[in-house]
């Protein structure tokens, strides 16, 4: 067991993009979900308990640990909010269209698709995914020209990110030419010539765009739309956070569809 710190400044440059993840629920997932793709963990003595088996697997299969104080984690991870573990691990790669239209044609029932039109802010994207992932909403897809996954944003999932996979179009205009060629309609948020949301019919495929947190949505997207909806409010503020409304329009899918079944908590 090794004390040895190695600065996130020495890390290799690898041909697979690796990213340090930290937190609690994203390292728990990390470690049950993609153990292959983890290269270092790092944590400290008051959370070794609960990693007591990933640290037992990294020492059987050559994988380095070290435990480390919270003040040292606090400077790898360049962060206070690490919670006493981080796990450096090859990031997922976005996959393709072609990718999620084999995986969708495994699907037989809804698959309702989520398009980020230019989302930028890492904590909306981490809150989205959590929100996916508490819906069970697989697919999410951006442009190719959307940032990678941060580490900020992995931590705000709280485990969503691994649980939700990511898919890179050409733009927008090229994705949503794709999803209508697949039967979806394409439903986006709007102030203007908007039916409310709570009296809107959401069909089986859909996907739902959500814009810019300050622009909103592209006009290539924009104009492509099959329908603008609109979350009712008391217009006390000028409008929901991005993440805020993903939750309500995640929501309302999944109970107009049934989506969920597990028990009430």
């Not at 993840?21 to 983890?38: A, N, T, V």
């Not at 959370?47 to 990933?54: E, G, I």
Request: hydrophobic share 40%.
């Amino acid at each position: 067991m090794s004390k040895k710190i190695i600065p996130r400044n020495q890390v290799k440059t690898a041909q697979v993009p690796e990213l340090l993840f930290y937190g609690l629920h994203i390292c728990e997932k990390l470690g049950d979900r993609r153990r292959s793709d983890i290269i270092r963990v790092y944590c400290t003595e008051e959370v070794m308990p609960s990693f007591k088996p990933l640290l037992q697997w990294c020492a059987g299969n050559r994988k380095a640990y070290h435990i480390v104080t919270a003040k040292e984690l606090e400077k790898i991870t360049g962060s206070v909010h690490h919670e006493g573990v981080a796990i450096l691990a090859r990031q997922a790669p976005y996959a393709s269209l072609r990718d999620l239209e084999q995986l969708l044609s495994k699907h037989s029932g809804p698959v309702p698709l989520l398009y980020l039109d230019g989302v930028q802010n890492p904590h909306n994207i981490g809150t989205i995914m959590r929100v996916m992932a508490s819906f069970g909403w697989p697919y999410v897809v951006g442009p190719k020209t959307m940032a990678p996954m941060s580490a900020a944003a992995a931590r705000m999932s709280e485990g969503g990110a691994e649980f939700v996979e990511v898919f890179a179009a050409e733009s927008g205009s090229q994705f949503i030419d794709w999803a209508k060629n697949l039967g979806y309609k394409i439903f986006g948020t709007s102030s203007h010539e908007a039916t409310s949301l709570y009296k809107t019919s959401l069909p089986d495929r859909v996907v739902i765009v959500l814009g810019h947190e300050v622009h909103g949505m592209s006009k290539e997207v924009d104009r492509k739309l099959d329908q603008r909806i609109a979350i009712p409010t008391t217009g006390q503020v000028e409008s929901l956070n991005v993440a805020a409304a993903t939750g309500i329009l995640v929501g309302e899918y999944t109970r107009q569809h049934k989506l969920v079944s597990g028990p009430l908590r």
